[in-house]
């Protein structure tokens, strides 16, 4: 095994993010040495003394072995007398292992951190240690950022890391040059606004490009493709049926259809650059996208995106 493969990594903490990064770190350099590692990776809560030989010994088609149990603390203490007696004893294996760090388990920790090549601790971040790993995001993929914009992106996004390092990612891809605050600032701002109703909104008023943008927020921060393609069905349906009911005041268009005023203001704006062909055209892209988004296609997001493309293009500007 190359000396730059340490056997046996040790991930010590409760910060799941840093924890996952350690192990797919530790993975990846295993495979990018030997394309052909066996990777397994279990909890250690689901495994049984007797299959630690097994997991352990050389794959029949000659290929490495890279084992990752997770979880070290839940292990009982049959389980734990095997993982001390058999772990360090292990040669033809790259061993990772994740730990809470708590006190059950203790034993276990304290035996194998003797015998660990690596030793990667992942605890829970403070407020200046935050802000140290969004500065380190943007370093590692060759941008600088300054302390004002890492300040309001750590506000703005909160303590989970997961989101923070997305949060850098977006930016990264979504800019150039330096980052600063003001851009951070309008980042927070799209992240705020970014909603189904709002991506149908940009959508049937023909906005393509800032319904294409909200999209993308709304998809990074969690919203259901399946929530956009029903904003949309919905937009659509309120202004075919307002057009469908001809001039008139929008008060008494809202009581024919039994809609709030506003709503049927927004929608007697949208419909002046609606003509029946393109709501047919746009009608039939959600009910598409609306069925792929529920199963039938493999990429949700995709799906979505060009169902909101299409409704936006369908609209015609007067």
């Known amino acids: 095994m190359p000396d730059s493969l340490p056997r046996l990594t040790l991930v ?16 990846a350099a295993v495979r990018d040495d030997d394309p052909d590692t066996a990777v397994t990776d279990v909890l250690t809560s689901d495994l049984e003394p ?23 603390e839940q292990a009982g203490k049959h389980l734990t007398a095997e993982l001390l007696r058999v772990l360090p004893a292990a040669e033809d294996a790259v061993i990772v292992v994740t730990h809470a760090g708590t006190a059950r388990g203790a034993a276990l920790l304290e035996g194998l951190a003797t015998h660990a090549d690596s030793l990667v601790r992942c605890g829970r971040l403070s407020p200046p240690e935050r802000a140290d790993f969004v500065a380190a995001e943007f370093s590692a993929a060759g941008r600088q950022v300054s302390a004002a914009a890492v300040a309001v992106l750590s506000a703005g996004v909160g303590t989970d890391l997961r989101e923070l390092a997305a ?3 977006q930016l990264v891809a979504d800019t150039t040059g330096a980052v600063e605050e003001d851009t951070v600032t309008r980042y927070i701002r799209g992240r705020a606004d970014a909603t189904g109703f709002t991506v149908a909104d940009r959508a049937v008023e023909g906005d393509v490009a800032g319904a294409l943008e909200v999209l993308r927020w709304a998809l990074g921060t969690g919203v259901a493709p399946v929530l956009v393609t029903s904003s949309l069905a919905a937009n659509l349906r309120l202004i075919a049926r307002v057009a469908g009911e001809g001039r008139g005041q929008p008060a008494r268009i809202a009581r024919t259809l039994g ?6 203001e927004k929608a007697l704006r949208w419909s002046r650059g609606w003509t029946p062909l393109g709501l047919s055209l746009a009608v039939r892209a959600v009910a598409v996208a609306d069925g792929e988004v529920k199963g039938a296609a493999a990429d949700a997001a995709y799906a979505v995106e060009r169902a909101v493309s299409t409704v936006a293009s369908a609209r015609h500007p007067r």
Request: aromatic share 6%; glycine share 10%; with cysteine.
């Open 12 to 27: 010590v903490g409760e910060e799941e993010f840093l924890v996952d990064r350690a192990v797919s770190g530790v993975v």
């Open 50 to 72: 007797v299959q630690l030989p097994e997991m352990l010994s050389p794959s029949l088609f000659g290929g490495r072995r890279c084992v990752v149990l997770r979880g070290a």
């Open 167 to 169: 949060a850098c990612a």
């Open 259 to 264: 809609q709030p005023v506003w709503k049927v």
